[in-house]
């Protein structure tokens, strides 16, 4: 069985899937199966070359300890400022930006903010107006 994740207590050891071919003479065909092998560090190394010559074709490495998992890279503030504050240009209803601005702390986002409301109660005071004098 393939492991769809290396459990924490084994994170420290080699995970390798070795595909195993074996002779069917009633066929003249192979066989083939896949074993699911876990190796610490020491015995990886003495046992890497020997694995081949054991009958197994193929080896693939699914988990090496000695590779360190890459970090997330962390959204710049600056743009991530950028993008909150083009949201709140879009929103069409002034409870939303008010709750989107609930917590902000960055300075241009919360301009951002209070621009859109000024243009959402303008919008909003033209409509009604504007209704006054249809009638």
């Known amino acids: 069985m393939i492991p769809q994740e290396i459990r924490k207590d084994e994170a420290d050891m080699y995970h390798v899937l070795a595909v195993e071919k074996t002779a069917n003479f009633k066929d003249d065909s192979f066989d083939y199966s896949v074993r699911h092998l876990k190796y610490n560090q020491k015995s990886y190394?003495?046992?890497?070359?020997?694995?081949?010559?054991?009958?197994?074709?193929?080896?693939?490495?699914?988990?090496?300890?000695?590779?360190?998992?890459?970090?997330?890279?962390?959204?710049?503030?600056?743009?991530a400022a950028k993008k909150r504050a083009d949201a709140i240009a879009e929103m069409d209803r002034v409870e939303n930006v008010e709750k989107a601005l609930?917590?902000?702390?960055a300075k241009s986002v919360i301009e951002a903010g209070e621009n859109r409301?000024?243009?959402?109660?303008?919008?909003?005071?033209?409509?009604?107006?504007?209704?006054?004098d249809e009638e």
Do not use: C, F, M
């Open 117 to 132: 409301i000024k243009e959402l109660q303008a919008d909003s005071s033209d409509d009604t107006g504007n209704q006054g």
């Open 45 to 79: 190394e003495a046992n890497r070359n020997i694995l081949p010559t054991l009958g197994y074709g193929q080896l693939e490495i699914l988990h090496n300890p000695t590779v360190k998992e890459p970090k997330e890279k962390k959204e710049n503030p600056i743009q």
């Open 102 to 105: 609930e917590g902000e702390t």
